[in-house]
T-cell receptor
């Protein structure tokens, strides 16, 4: 069964510092991978998705993620954190385009001024 | 992108009452609907999957008689929480999947926050 792990339930970075949120997946085949952001008391917003095209995926708000099959990872990065990036981030996996989306436990990002 | 709406956005009800949550996909046809539940400070957990015109398939541990799902049309699905109890208080999110333009894709609704007193 496919699953997603996110190392670090809470990450704090200084404003302007690099953001690195970790995601590892387990799947028998290269899956579809997603990063979603959820602001307090709001729904989900898709940041980016990997669908077996380029391994480096660029998303919205300056975020990007790199698919590394050898490490079964899909870590999310942003070169310079902004206060508005403070939110909950979920990595998610889907085995095929017709399968269900399974979410990781989430990482809460705090940005320190 | 496609717009997904949920109504109501939040609801407070007394224990023992039933609550219906509507999910509408406004500009694409949702052939499949996923319903998720999110407890405070937790991740989204899939409750059930339904295909238009068919009975829903529930995940293990989710009571099908308590969480009634109707997906009668390609643009509307409803989740009814029957005889709600305080432990059902949660954030319920629908996620329609279908074809938008030429691409099969999936969206997430804004969520409905349920508080059972």
């Amino acid at each position: 069964a496919q699953s997603v792990t996110q190392l670090g339930s809470h990450v704090s970075v200084s404003e302007g510092a690099l953001v690195l949120l970790r995601c590892n997946y387990s799947s028998s085949v290269p899956p579809y991978l997603f990063w979603y952001v959820q602001y307090p008391n709001q729904g989900l917003q898709l940041l980016l998705k990997y669908t077996s095209a380029a391994t480096l995926v660029k998303g919205i708000n300056g975020f990007e993620a790199e698919f590394k099959k050898s490490e079964t990872s899909f870590h999310l990065t942003k070169p310079s954190a902004h206060m508005s990036d403070a939110a909950e981030y979920f990595c998610a996996v889907r085995k095929t385009s017709y399968d269900k989306v399974i979410f990781g436990p989430g990482t809460s990002l705090s940005v320190i001024p | 992108g496609a717009v997904v709406s949920q109504h109501p956005s939040w609801v407070i009800c007394k224990s023992g009452t039933s609550v219906k949550i509507e999910c509408r996909s406004l500009d694409f046809q949702a052939t499949t609907m996923f319903w998720y539940r999110q407890f405070p400070k937790q991740s989204l957990m899939l409750m059930a999957t339904s295909n238009e015109g068919s009975k829903a398939t529930y995940e293990q541990g989710v009571e099908k008689d308590k969480f009634l799902i109707n997906h009668a049309s390609l643009t509307l699905s409803t989740l009814t929480v029957t005889s709600a109890h305080p432990e059902d208080s949660s954030f319920y999110i629908c996620s329609p999947r279908g074809v938008a333009g030429l691409q099969e894709t999936q969206y997430f609704g804004p969520g409905t926050r349920l508080l059972v007193l």
